[in-house]
């Protein structure tokens, strides 16, 4: 008969105790995968400019949070972080194919000058902003006013409601743009 | 956000519910056994399925689907985890697939030319496809939706078998019903609708299955 052994790996052990609900144990699996991931995000995506390893590193975390529950305790825990890790380097890969990277300090001046107005800037009644934002479904309401009424960060956002930084882009993009032509529309 | 911080949040977070495979099975399977319950239940097998069965060819009208069903539902749940790989699974496929090509290959040389494409005509297409894929929209909707809880690093192929293990599914159940036994028939058409649904859920179930 098969018997379920305890992990011997110390992240098995964070990872099943954090599973379990204990939050520090949780904190000290992150913090000790992270250095791993920061190395595989260096090793494959040396392509990357540096300053979006980091980006990377904490997509994969965010990776990692979110699928947590697809660990299973009698399967090595290796081989599962190496996956996700593996899964959003390629992710990464492949948004930049679809984008080329410019930092964005070169433009400044002239994204100052080009910048269309904000749907939601150029109206200074709550209510009436609020009206604008009744449009949109709940969730994409609910990323519009935290990241562009709150000015919260993205990826806190993201954690927040549980979406990956590329999905929370995706659906702040559709929502502005839904907005820009109801405004336009009203004008 | 600096990485520290967002471990420190995301730890805040409350504990995850472990994946459950056992009752992602159950939901894919109602999935695919309501419809077909319901269908069956409204217009009923074909009269003579008893007599049917004694042809050694007919059962196989209802065998072949529901092994690739049942390869494809083992392969997409493995797939669910993010550290598995399909392995030597795929092979499976060859025992339907080859004993399908071989029954259409038979068909065809036994058959009298005038009497192999004897039963295609629009009525019984439009009937066959068109039946399979209505059966083939519930499971294949369902089935992403129950393998978003997963972490497929391959979602194309996920889609892809979620599409093939609801249309064979179906198919299965719709062999109950369909009355034309000829292999060159439902091998060839049973097929097409197969395939048409296991490409659509790849083309619309891969973005679903993204993380």
Redesign the interface.
Known sequence: MQTEDPPQDPWAKLLLAANAGDGQAYARFLHAVTPVIRGIVRARGRSFPPDQHEDIVQDVLLGLHLKRHTWRPDHPVRPWVYAIARYKVIDAFRRRGTSIHLPIEDFTDDLEALAEPDPLSARDDKREVERLIGHLDPRSAEIVRAVELREEGQAEVGVRLQMTPANLRVTLHRAMKKLAAIAGKGE | ?Q?DD??????????????NPAQMTVLMAAAILIPLALFLGLFGTRHDLALAWTNPVVPFKTFLPLVVCLVSAALVLRL????AASGRMPLLYILPGGIALALWIGSFILRAPEARFAEVNPISLAECVGIILCLSIIPTIAALRVLR???S?SPALSALLAGLMAASGAATGYSLFCTRDNPLFFVTWYGVAILFVTLMARHFGRRTL??
């Open positions: 956000m990485t967002l471990i420190a949040r995301l730890s805040a977070s409350p504990a995850a519910t472990p994946i669910a985890r993010p550290e809880q997963g972490a690093t993204s993380w």
